[in-house]
DNA sequence: CTTTCTTGATTGGCCGACCAATTATCTTTG
DNA sequence: CAAAGATAATTGGTCGGCCAATCAAGAAAG
């Protein structure tokens, strides 16, 4: 009836995918291993068989939400060109549709958080991938600075605050959209970037 | 041995600073009536004699914790003075400020944002907490535009741009504090903050 | 002697993890 | 090539434990 050999990394994701959805519907503490597996149309003892505990379910949602972004990221960047200016524009528009069009993925992040702020293995997960975008975004700012688009700046910090910029107002966007659509934060958070990084006035 | 009439209110708050700890410490997946009571020094019974269910509880530690962000922030603006530029730079020094030297503050709020995606009454909560936030912020960004301090803009975009900054950063600080220091995310995120109002535009 | 506060034990339910048994697939062998 | 293991995948049920919430009863204060 169902397949057998080498589909197990199917059924991995297949059960990944259905955390996510769980996640989203009900977040961390509402996660069952009952649900998940009803969700992803499998049995509950196969969760144990694929994944060694809740928590690496958890890690394994927040690595397909991850690579999903990066993907997100990459096709932006491609997008952009070689201006450092449109790259990053590309790249902040990016990441803010995410908070909208993929509300589950920006759950799993903010549910991954809370449970990371007690479990020093989650925090190093998470560490480093703010760590990578960080390196990314600081990659496209010395770009443009070497090209002269933008002011000499430290490109660490210049990501730090281009990086939170973007988290905090998708945080504003994920929470209630009602406050401002994507589009209008979109048009003034590349616009504050762009002041940020702007060559200073003769 | 306990004190009984008109003491409510204490041991409520009792309560609910042993819940702020509980939550810093083990996350709203680890919170329970047990622990907090234990933390409190209390029986068990008395939690949902103060409280409705754990949910209320939680609702209680971020009104809590979102009162002394209110202090501080009206702190920092009045020591700030009457100069826009001041009292922005004041708010952003005293919110990053929280994110480290009052961590369990910050762990309320990541935990809270967790439950709150699939809970529309924390939602609304949580919604009424950032429009004040940015009405606060973005008074100050139109009094200093009135002043000339800063650019001609629109007040409620500004103090989205800059809430983000801010809250982004102090994420940032809160998940990984060897990425960078307070001292230093405070110089550059009101260095973006100056350069996002200056009136000097290129 | 009434009201407010507090206790600690109880209860019903659910959860994560474990496991023995079963089935499907692959591999070896005669 | 077919029978016979060997291995990988899957199932459903079980179990000990813990949790939130309830409650009857008691203690302190008015």
């Not at 939400?65 to 790259?87: F, N, S, Y």
Request: aromatic content about 8%; glycine content about 6%; charged content about 25%.
């Amino acid at each position: 009836m169902s397949p057998k050999r080498g589909v197990a990394p199917l059924r991995r994701t297949a059960i990944v995918r259905a955390t996510i959805r769980c996640l989203a519907r009900d977040g961390y503490t509402g996660l069952t291993m009952k649900k998940v597996a009803r969700e992803a149309g499998v049995s509950q003892g196969i969760l144990h068989y694929y994944f060694a505990d809740k928590r690496a379910i958890l890690v394994a949602a927040l690595e397909t939400v991850t690579a999903d972004l990066d993907r997100r990221v990459a096709a932006a960047q491609a997008r952009g060109g070689k201006d450092a200016k449109e790259r990053l524009q590309a790249l902040v528009a990016a990441c803010l549709r995410l908070a909208v069009e993929e509300r589950a993925f920006w759950i799993v992040f903010v549910e991954f958080w809370g449970e990371m702020m007690h479990d020093r293995r989650l925090r190093e997960i998470n560490a480093a991938l703010y760590e990578r975008m960080r390196r990314l975004i600081g990659a496209v700012v010395v770009q443009g600075v070497r090209a002269g688009t933008f002011r000499r700046t430290d490109g660490r910090r210049a990501a730090a605050v281009i990086l939170g910029l973007v988290d905090g107002v998708s945080l504003q966007l994920a929470f209630d959209a009602t406050a401002f659509s994507v589009a209008e934060a979109t048009r003034f958070c590349t616009d504050a970037v762009m002041r940020y990084l702007a060559r200073e006035v003769p």
